[in-house]
T-cell receptor
Framework: GAVVSQHPSWVICKSGTSVKIECRSLDFQATTMFWYRQFPKQSLMLMATSNEGSKATYEQGVEKDKFLINHASLTLSTLTVTSAHPEDSSFYIC?????????????FGPGTRLTVL | GDSVTQMEGPVTLSEEAFLTINCTYTATGYPSLFWYVQYPGEGLQLLLKATKADDKGSNKGFEATYRKETTSFHLEKGSVQVSDSAVYFCALSQYNTDKLIFGTGTRLQVFP
């Protein structure tokens, strides 16, 4: 099946620094990638949807200047958490879809745990 | 808005026991329903899905039936194995949208 990787799997940073998380589709071209955030014992919440070569679409309440998303190629999307603060500590998960349509199947990465001190 | 509610875990079972993980939803119209599974250290994987009322999704011995009258999509398996230990997520998606709405996940632990 389709494989999606994330890097790093975990990261610890100081408050005020920026952190970049990569999401790669390893064996398919991902026209659309999604970024989710998951708090302990809570659902995955969609943060934004990105289509290759265009600006990301952010969900209501997600600060686009805080969470910068770049989808510059068909196999790579990045999420940069700018000026991170302890409240940004969370589990970030990406997913990718290989072609538009109504099948809804998304292939998920293993997630990145961010801890901001 | 649309939402998914699933039972809290962990669910702890002995091998070969019967499994039920409850999932109910609130949504307008006729959403598609999904079960995803996350094995330790891996990403979520689609386990099964159903796109209309009374459809039954099945895969790897797991089944779930789309019950519109009770707005439910309970996951069942007749005989669980240790290898089924994972976190299971129920989710819905409205027609022709990309957005998946997830439940909180239920951890299943199966002991030999």
């Amino acid at each position: 099946g389709a494989v999606v990787s994330q890097h790093p799997s975990w990261v610890i940073c100081k408050s005020g620094t920026s952190v970049k998380i990569e999401c790669r589709s390893l064996d398919f071209q991902a026209t659309t990638m999604f970024w989710y955030r998951q708090f302990p014992k809570q659902s995955l919440m969609l943060m934004a949807t990105s289509n290759e070569g265009s600006k990301a679409t952010y969900e209501q309440g997600v600060e686009k200047d805080k969470f910068l998303i770049n989808h510059a190629s068909l196999t790579l999307s990045t999420l940069t958490v700018t000026s991170a603060h302890p409240e940004d500590s969370s589990f970030y998960i990406c997913s990718a879809r290989d072609r538009p349509g109504t099948s809804h199947e998304q292939f998920f990465g293993p997630g990145t745990r961010l801890t901001v001190l | 808005g649309d939402s998914v509610t699933q039972m809290e875990g962990p669910v702890t079972l002995s091998e070969e026991a019967f499994l039920t993980i409850n999932c109910t939803y609130t949504a307008t119209g006729y959403p598609s329903l999904f079960w995803y599974v996350q094995y330790p250290g891996e990403g979520l994987q689609l386990l099964l899905k159903a796109t209309k009322a009374d459809d039954k999704g099945s895969n790897k011995g797991f089944e779930a039936t789309y019950r519109k009258e009770t707005t439910s999509f309970h996951l069942e398996k007749g005989s669980v194995q240790v290898s089924d230990s994972a976190v299971y997520f129920c989710a819905l998606s409205q027609y022709n949208t990309d957005k998946l709405i997830f439940g909180t996940g239920t951890r299943l632990q199966v002991f030999p």
